[in-house]
């Protein structure tokens, strides 16, 4: 059962990441925990903003990017907006690793070339 509010280390430990990291996004001002005192109390809201910004690094968005996409969730009703900006950043960031991945593919054939050649220079001495 999900709780409705939340202590920076409760969240830091379910989302595996540190507070340092969960300030950092704060700073950033992609969350905005309540404030009580000098204790941040993270609703849910905040939870599922967390979440979002990780699944957002995990595929490499930038942190202007999840910004964008977290600020255009709460400005627009309009589901349909959202989802086309995130289907471009989604292709944008697939473009990117597929030339990533193209690069990749070109430098371990230079490698094995590169061993191939030494293993028949050692088999000459």
Same mark, same amino acid.
């Given at each position: 059962m999900e709780q409705d509010t939340y202590s920076i280390s409760e969240l830091a430990r379910d989302?595996?990441?540190?507070?340092?990291?969960? #300030?950092?996004? @704060?700073?950033?001002?992609l969350i905005e925990p309540e404030r009580r005192g000098l204790q941040r109390i993270f609703n849910r809201r905040d939870r599922a903003r967390l979440k979002l910004i990780l699944?957002?690094?995990r595929i490499?968005?930038?942190l202007?990017?999840?910004? @964008? *996409?977290?600020?255009?969730?709460?400005?627009? #009703?309009?589901?349909?907006?959202?989802?086309?900006? /995130?289907?471009? /950043?989604l292709a944008e960031r697939r473009?990117?690793?597929?030339?990533? #991945?193209?690069?990749?593919?070109?430098? /371990?054939? @230079? *490698?094995?070339?590169l061993s191939a050649h030494c293993r028949e220079v050692i088999a000459k001495l």
């Open positions: 989302l595996d990441v540190t507070a340092r990291t969960i #300030r950092f996004y @704060e700073e950033q001002g699944r957002g690094k490499g968005l930038s202007a990017e999840i910004h @964008e *996409i977290l600020d255009l969730y709460q400005r627009a #009703r309009d589901e349909a907006q959202q989802s086309h900006l /995130l289907l471009q /950043l473009q990117q690793l597929e030339r990533q #991945r193209q690069d990749i593919d070109e430098v /371990l054939k @230079e *490698i094995d070339t």
